[in-house]
């Protein structure tokens, strides 16, 4: 069955986009005197945090797509197209995250102060003997390198992916099985170059905010908060489609799986928050507690309600058997936590850009709205391009028959 993007979604997804941006508008106009005397630093992080946000779930979910092949699992089978849907934001996520970065080097903001050249030189009152340390990879050419590195290898195999996919729908017998097999190789293939290039990702776009402070499990934390944010997307435009009549043979069995996905995901995030948070806080050591104690002493009703929701919320409220079958609670619980990786994700950005000066107000909520209405767009726009079933998939019929 086809999906049909309906005028209503259409409308709604973008009036979504509209509001966001007149809610923006009115925040930008009403900052007020202290509020414009930063507005425009502000506003490049408010860039950067719903970017690499919507850019994070659209990886997680090709992450997570790509992960389906290397294991060969066959109940994933009946939902492989939301994931396909889903990425169809990365070259968009992408085009967002470079105009950001080249904003940086072309010292439009300063969100990265470690771009600035005055650092590294000696003879400049500004010379920071700790960056220079870090020349030899925080540097513009390596950075930039890196960054293209990074962004094509994603791009590059979401489209192949999809391609694949799609021809997959026209093949049978030996054909079709030969085709599995490069899917199974591919996906194992992406996986190892993912596996660095988030890590490195998330030191380079984010972590580098703050360039004097390192964490060896920040990128794993970043990672996290990516596939956990994917999974609450997925089931959501998993139970959205079959409220209108799609993916009939999307079960009850399907669905549980997905929202235990979300479940343990939410507590490999929470594990890795403790953890970063433990560990800097037992050695005390003044170059790591810097991270913890700007948003201890700036933010730390946000640091808290973050943490809450991200672990308290999925651990309560998902781990009956009943909970991850409920689509009506699923979808409530997810927009939830989905909204509560967007508030982590702005509070690895902001103490680093706006230290005491940040706000939660229109500016970030218009913003948020209409990367959000956009990225709804986007998604469904895709599903509409192909099946919503995969017909020919090798492992279709074990998942229509998928039961726990």
């Not at 009115?26 to 930063?38: I, K």
């Not at 849907?85 to 950001?100: E, H, T």
């Not at 009850?252 to 995901?265: C, E, L, P, Q, R």
């Not at 767009?377 to 726990?404: D, G």
Request: hydrophobic content about 55%; aromatic content about 20%; charged content about 15%.
């Amino acid at each position: 069955m086809e999906f049909t993007f309906s005028k209503r979604a259409r409308t709604l997804s973008m009036a979504l986009a509209v509001i966001g941006l007149l809610l923006f508008v009115l925040g930008y106009f009403t900052a007020g005197e202290h509020g414009a005397e930063h507005l425009g630093q502000r506003l490049w992080a408010n860039l950067l945090v719903c970017g690499f946000f919507f850019f994070g779930i659209s990886l997680g979910a090709l992450f997570f797509y790509a992960l389906q092949y290397a294991t060969e699992t066959a109940w994933t089978v009946m939902v492989k197209r939301v994931y396909e849907g889903m990425f169809a934001w990365l070259p968009i996520g992408s085009a967002i995250i470079l105009l950001v970065l080249l904003g940086g080097s072309l010292h439009w903001h300063h969100l990265y102060h470690w771009m600035d050249a005055s650092l590294y030189d000696p003879a400049s009152p500004n010379y920071d003997v700790i960056m220079d340390g870090k020349r030899a990879f925080l540097n513009q050419p390596f950075f930039w390198i890196r960054s293209i590195a990074f962004i094509f290898t994603f791009v590059f195999a979401a489209h192949w992916f999809r391609k694949e996919s799609l021809r997959m729908d026209k093949e049978s017998g030996e054909t079709l099985v030969k085709s599995h097999l490069k899917n199974y190789r591919r996906g194992a293939l992406f996986l190892v170059f993912f596996a660095v290039f988030s890590s490195v990702l998330a030191w380079d776009w984010l972590m580098a905010i703050d360039a004097h402070w390192f964490s060896t499990l920040f990128g794993w934390y970043v990672f996290s908060g990516m596939w956990v944010s994917a999974m609450i997307t997925a089931v959501i435009v998993a139970l959205y489609l079959k409220s209108k009549g799609y993916l009939p043979q999307v079960n009850n069995s399907h669905i549980h799986d997905m929202g235990k996905w979300v479940f343990a995901v939410s507590f490999l995030w929470s594990y890795l928050f403790f953890s970063q948070f433990m560990l800097i806080w037992y050695a005390n050591i003044p170059e790591e507690v810097t991270w913890i104690q700007t948003r201890w002493e700036h933010y730390q009703v946000l640091f808290w309600v973050t943490f809450f929701i991200n672990f308290a919320i999925p651990m309560v409220m998902l781990i009956s058997r009943d909970a991850k079958r409920n689509p009506r609670f699923l979808i409530g619980v997810g927009t939830v936590i989905f909204i509560g990786h967007w508030l982590d994700v702005f509070m690895i950005v902001m103490p680093g850009t706006m230290a005491d000066h940040w706000h939660l107000g229109l500016v970030e909520v218009g913003m948020f709205l209409a990367f959000l209405g956009a990225f709804v767009y986007v998604t469904l726009n895709r599903l509409t391009k192909a099946p919503l079933t995969p017909v020919q998939h090798p492992y279709l019929e074990e998942s229509i028959h998928h039961s726990i």
